[in-house]
């Protein structure tokens, strides 16, 4: 079945359109924006997106060095992918949230060794507040902690690990498919625009707000946090 790429090109469209008028939230408006032309079949045209993103100095550019890393795997590049995975652990601004996710790409990709790695240098820098927020949540398999352990125990099962202390801490997990865990990750991370998932299509700038405000989507719920002053 051949689907219709006309929304998500348009819906691309228009972020780029919020990314200019909106500065301070750029680099999050692109990544969007990136994943929308993705599902619109414009791979090349969301790999300039994550390029240019790629050189931006905070959270959202290492997540699109995530995924063009991913974008050269797919395109039969790996040692491109290599080269951009070396760049992401020595950035300074490397979290768990994006071991996590290179960690979930590889192991879909079938480098379990690499995942591992990248899942164990995640788990690394857990915090205690994390491990926390995990044992007390009702869903802890829901938490980034929890979904981190989970991840580097499935991928050390796979290698045929000996289970460690991080392995009997990890949650009970439930099965989901790839595409579903990704989406689970992006969720709890608050990632937009990640692993090639498009948002939720908004109402159209200028409908009036879905939250009863009466006033128009785009100057409502639709309008990114401005800076104070």
């Known amino acids: ?3 219709d790429s006309r929304p998500s090109r348009e819906h691309a469209l228009e ?23 993705r599902a619109a079949g414009e791979t090349e045209r969301a790999a300039e997106i994550y390029r240019e993103l790629a050189e931006v100095r905070d959270q959202h550019g290492l997540y699109a060095i995530i995924e063009l890393v991913e974008h050269h795997l797919a395109h039969g ?7 951009l995975l070396r760049r992401l652990r020595r950035d300074p601004l490397l979290d768990d949230g994006h ?37 007390a949540s009702r869903a802890p398999d829901a938490t980034v902690a929890g ?14 690990r000996d289970p460690d ?3 009997d801490l990890a949650p009970a997990e439930i099965p989901r498919d790839p595409d579903e865990r990704m989406r689970h990750i992006d969720a709890a991370l608050g990632v937009h625009g990640a692993a090639g998932q498009v948002p939720p299509k908004d109402p159209p700038r ?9 006033r128009k989507f785009k100057r409502c719920c639709g309008a990114p946090a401005q800076p104070l002053g």
């Open 1 to 3: 079945m051949v689907t």
């Open 15 to 37: 972020l780029e359109a919020d990314a200019e008028l909106y500065p301070a939230d750029r680099s999050e408006i692109l990544l969007d924006a990136a994943a929308a032309w």
């Open 77 to 83: 590049e790996p040692d491109r992918a290599d080269d």
């Open 99 to 135: 071991c996590m996710i290179a960690g979930e790409l590889l192991e879909i990709r079938g480098d379990l060794a690499g995942a591992e790695r990248w899942l164990g240098r995640g788990a690394a820098m857990l915090t205690e507040e994390q491990l926390d927020e995990m044992e």
């Open 147 to 160: 979904m981190l352990l989970n991840s580097r125990r499935r991928v050390r099962r796979a290698l045929g």
């Open 165 to 167: 202390m991080l392995d």
């Open 206 to 214: 200028n409908a009036p707000c879905p939250c009863g405000s009466g």
